[in-house]
């Protein structure tokens, strides 16, 4: 029985009465029904072609012919769970051992990237036998009971801060602690980490890990300066902890100098636990950690099982194989440094026209740029950028706008997505120009003037 494809109106009404309202959609004011969609675009149920921005998801490009190829010939011929010996999982473990330092070398397949961090945790805390953890401010780590216990972005707004997490300052060299101006930002913030340690240890308590996203996304799009992981991983493991990096966002190839985004920290660099997901399985629901035998002997020898019901079956691993294929085969590392240079060019053009754009900042396709009401005391421009730009935002004051599109995003696009925020930045300058205006105005000129903002405003959006 094929399905039913109900009118735009109709879904929202049986959206909003059947699906849980804290489950939110894109651009709610006037929500996108997508029904299709090919590479970095999507497509509406009127056919309308959308530049799609923000899918890291779908990492290689939505609906690959290559993917879906590979699922549904694996699909024909068997799905069952990992108890049974396979070879996709196996050979896709040493696919990805291959991008790898060579200590990370045990790996645990799992559904999504909540889960990944959630066996983290548990890999952490087996490990040091110690509870605590050192997480940064702002970070998100999943939606997990656990894992919203160390994501201030979301414990914030619950039920506050447990005693065994302790927050760090976010490394940002735009508006932190320590700027771009200083010498040493790296060793600077790395010392707080430091500080926070020996609070801790003072109080008589130990630290099981640092748990940190490799180029932290939420939090604003923040690059980390240089030697910052090092110097970390240097005074966690003297704390007894280990390190885990979290690249569920970043993680293949997207940062396009590297496979991971942990390794812009220095090849010598290398984490004790390492989780990834999203890009993963290109929308198939995959996602892992890996660690080294040392640490995954001590979660064995804990002598309970670690079982997943559809962590690496078959179908999973024969999808993330296609992925690592087309990643190579399409050299989409190399186009996120081509593709992701130009953006960046462009949006710089657009920061030298427009004070608004305070910062932008990024590497490969993980791009973002700021906007701020002025660009000396950086007070965020919150309200523009939810009102007047189509973009997904991030950071502490929702101001950053966010670029993590499919990785087949071509230099055309990056042209074309420029220009339309150009015009955008624009037509919001120009109405605060003539709000300016309106406000010396005699009221009864008001209605005339009223009539040319709705005018701009129904320019701006189709």
Not at 106 to 134: M, P
Not at 178 to 188: D, L
Not at 219 to 246: C, N, Q, S, T, W
Not at 288 to 295: A, F, H, W
Request: charged share 20%.
């Amino acid at each position: 029985m094929a399905l039913q494809m109900f009118d735009k109106e109709r879904t929202l009404q049986m959206r909003q009465k059947l699906i849980g309202q804290s489950c939110r959609l894109f651009f709610s004011h006037e929500p996108l029904k997508i029904v299709k969609a090919r590479g970095q675009y999507l497509y509406d149920e009127n056919g309308t072609q959308y530049l799609d921005c923000i899918s890291n998801v779908q990492h290689v490009g939505h609906c690959h012919p290559s993917i879906t190829k590979a699922a549904t010939a694996q699909m024909e011929l068997l799905n069952a769970n990992s108890r049974f010996l396979h070879d996709n999982i196996v050979q896709y473990a040493e696919r990805l051992a291959n991008t790898l330092p060579q200590k990370l070398c045990v790996f645990y397949f799992v559904n999504s990237g909540s889960e990944a961090n959630d066996l983290a945790l548990r890999l952490a805390r087996q490990y040091t036998q110690n509870k605590d953890v050192v997480v940064l401010n702002h970070a998100y780590h999943g939606h997990l009971t656990s894992l919203i216990d160390i994501s201030p972005y979301k414990f914030w707004k619950l039920e506050g801060q447990k005693e065994w997490v302790h927050v760090a300052p976010l490394p940002d060299t735009y508006r932190g602690l320590y700027r771009e101006g200083h010498p040493n930002p790296g060793q600077a913030y790395a010392d707080t980490v430091k500080n926070l340690i020996d609070e801790v240890q003072n109080r008589g308590r130990k630290i099981s890990c640092f748990f940190v996203e490799s180029l932290p996304s939420v939090g604003g799009h923040i690059i980390l300066p240089p030697g910052y992981f090092p110097k970390v991983a240097e005074y966690i493991r003297a704390a007894g902890g280990v390190f885990v990096a979290d690249e569920i966002q970043t993680g293949f190839g997207r940062v396009g100098s590297h496979f991971w985004a942990f390794q812009l920290q220095g090849e010598d660099f290398c984490p004790d636990i390492v989780t990834m997901g999203k890009p993963m399985g290109n929308g198939h629901p995959l996602a892992c950690v890996v660690t080294t035998k040392e640490i995954a002997g001590t979660f064995t020898a804990n002598g309970v099982e670690y079982f997943n019901t559809f962590g690496g079956n078959p179908v999973s691993c024969a999808i993330g194989l296609a992925v690592l294929d087309v990643i190579e085969k399409e050299d989409l590392r190399a186009n996120a440094v081509r593709v992701g240079s130009q953006l960046k060019k462009l949006l710089k053009q657009l920061q030298a026209k427009h004070t608004i754009i305070g910062d932008v900042r990024g590497v490969g396709l993980f791009l973002g740029f700021e906007l701020v009401k002025d660009r000396v005391a950086l007070t965020p421009a919150t309200e523009e950028a939810e009102r007047h730009i189509c973009l997904s935002t991030d950071g502490p004051w929702a101001n950053v706008i966010k670029f993590k599109p499919p990785m087949c995003f071509s230099m055309e696009d990056a042209e074309r997505v420029t220009e339309q925020i150009g015009f955008i930045l624009q037509v919001t300058e120009f109405m605060a120009t003539w709000q300016w205006g309106l406000n010396q105005q005699p009221s009864d000129n008001k209605s005339s003037a009223l009539n040319t903002e709705l005018s701009l405003a129904t320019l701006k959006f189709h």
